[in-house]
């Protein structure tokens, strides 16, 4: 062997120009690193997920008559360390080069990096061929402007792969259908049971244990449900082309107690890890569109459309353009501990409890659910945004830090004084019961501000408007909520915040 080339766990692209023909003097290698499990405290299903595909890709590799050395996280050889065990390889083989294809965590980036300066021979860094754009493409589209408008960034990628466009113009007469995309889902059109693949996992299941590797979160059985493969992602994306994306964009933030998934299409895993590309899902979604104009409305199609090639593709150049100082971000110098039941589900409340609970049992909640019940949940009680991140980085199955921590810290937490959102995404229970069936059955009343009985969001948004006054008077978008607030008799508004200091206090008591 003369090549040495590194392929990480979400690198899973069999569709990669390295993989176009076999070369005998090219070595693969794949590896289930502690370094990798034990730098967040992940959910057991997330484990479970990376480990199966990883395998699976490497025997696809072997299959296909390439090189490949593959580290389990129970072998003697492992030394769990990323750059050891290279170091290992290099010798073992005599590599004379080493590559490897483009990390997207910067984490990782930066180890890569600084690997490659210390080894005496030549390295080579690939792209992944996986995103519309390069790394730092929107850091030279927003050059010299003050704000980082997704929807800027959003229409320019439609224009430039002409998605949605005519001459230049949007089809169906709008940009952007957000405003249709808002609907309350109350039990019809019913929803198609998801895909379930049976993957089989005991034996990554039993490593895993053998290991003693610290998770969260339930595994109930060894199927794993999810695709791992490149196939079970294409049939997903073909079932929910079929079957869901009629009424997506409609439901897309709509929230139910009985319905984990209403009409998403459970691709992000597969996409984060790559067995599909954002081009794949873009060009599958438009041309069956276009042969279904008369069953599928465009606002359905634009709000999934949206989140591929818009927000995902905008996460990803915001976490390169920001990094590594995003990280440690906090303009609202939040500081209070995560409350325990974020690992437990174990609250009154309902809406928390079912986002959590479906959280710990399946290692996914939608994006509403993430921004505007947990994320919210957080923010309006000031909980430190590294607790955040790492709750949010280790409990979800698709989180992987390029995507999850502009989304997290950005979007969701304000830390970042507003460069991903315009304003802090914060709501009282109104919103919640506009968009769920969760207040129905709660043991608090979404009406009341500042009794035993109300709702805490509606006690918590009020307090945390007046205590982030002074970050957040200047900001045009908060102007009509500060003068709602201003208008809050002075003991009503006494009593609110003391209501919502006994939560921030005792969270675990609510």
């Known amino acids: 062997m003369t090549t040495l080339r590194l392929i990480l766990g979400d690198q899973l692209n069999i569709k990669h120009s390295w993989f176009k023909k076999q070369n005998k003097d090219v070595l693969y290698c794949m590896f289930e690193m502690r370094q990798e499990t034990d730098y967040v405290v992940h959910h057991i299903q997330k484990v479970i997920g990376f480990f199966a595909a990883m395998r699976t890709f490497a025997k696809q590799l072997d299959k296909k008559g390439h090189n490949i050395t593959y580290f389990k996280i129970t072998d003697k050889t492992n030394t769990q360390k990323l750059h050891k065990n290279l170091e290992k390889l290099i010798e073992q083989y005599q590599i004379t080069t080493f590559e490897y294809i483009e990390p997207d965590e910067y984490r990782l980036d930066k180890q890569l990096k600084d690997f490659s300066k210390t080894i005496s021979i030549k390295s080579q860094v690939y792209d992944s061929e996986h995103f519309y754009t390069n790394r730092f493409d929107l850091k ?22 002409n998605i949605l466009v005519n001459n230049n113009e949007p089809e169906g007469g709008k940009w952007n259908y957000d405003k249709s995309n808002q609907k309350k889902w109350k039990g019809d059109p019913k929803i198609p049971h998801y895909v379930a693949f049976t993957n089989n ?34 049939n997903q994306l073909k079932y929910f082309c079929e079957n869901l994306l009629k009424y997506f964009g409609d439901y897309q933030d709509a929230m139910y107690t009985t319905e984990s998934n209403l009409f998403h299409s459970r691709l992000s895993f597969a996409l984060n890890l790559k067995l ?29 459309i949206r989140q591929i090639i818009g927000w995902r593709e905008y996460m990803r150049g915001m976490y390169w353009m920001r990094m590594p100082k995003l990280s440690k971000e906090n303009y609202l110098e ?25 959280s710990l049992d399946n290692a996914y909640a939608h994006h509403i659910q993430r921004l505007m019940v947990t994320g919210n949940y957080a923010l309006l009680t000031q909980t430190n945004p ?67 009985k109300a709702c805490p969001f509606n006690s918590l948004y009020w307090h945390f408007l007046d205590e982030k006054r002074n970050h957040l008077k200047n900001n045009s978008r908060m102007r009509m909520m500060y003068h709602v607030l201003d208008n809050i008799k002075e003991d009503d508004l006494k009593a609110i915040k003391q209501r919502a200091k006994q939560i921030i206090a005792t969270p675990n008591d609510f």
């Open 386 to 452: 590294d607790d955040v991140d790492n709750w949010y980085l280790g409990i979800y199955l698709d989180a992987i830090q390029w995507v999850q921590l502009p989304n997290t810290r950005g979007m969701s937490q304000f830390a970042d004084g507003g460069k991903v959102a315009t304003k802090p995404y914060v709501s009282s229970g109104s919103y919640i019961q506009k968009m769920s069936n969760y207040c129905q059955a709660c043991y608090y009343n979404y009406k009341n501000k500042a009794d035993d």
């Open 140 to 161: 030279k589209f927003f050059k010299g402007k003050k704000q980082y408008i997704m929807e800027y960034f959003y229409r320019d990628m439609r224009k430039k792969h």
């Open 276 to 304: 599909i590309s954002a081009k794949n899902v873009t060009t599958t979604i438009l041309n069956y569109y276009s042969k279904h104009t008369t069953e599928i409305d465009i606002s359905q199609v634009e709000g999934f």
């Open 334 to 358: 939040n500081s209070n501990p995560l409350p325990d039941f974020y690992w437990t589900a174990n609250t009154k409340m309902n809406c928390m409890k079912h986002a959590i609970q479906n």
């Open 201 to 234: 996992v005991e034996n990554v299941i039993a490593d895993i244990k053998k290991a003693n590797i610290k998770t969260i979160g339930q595994c109930n059985n060894t199927l794993f449900e999810y695709p791992i493969t490149r196939e079970q992602a294409l």
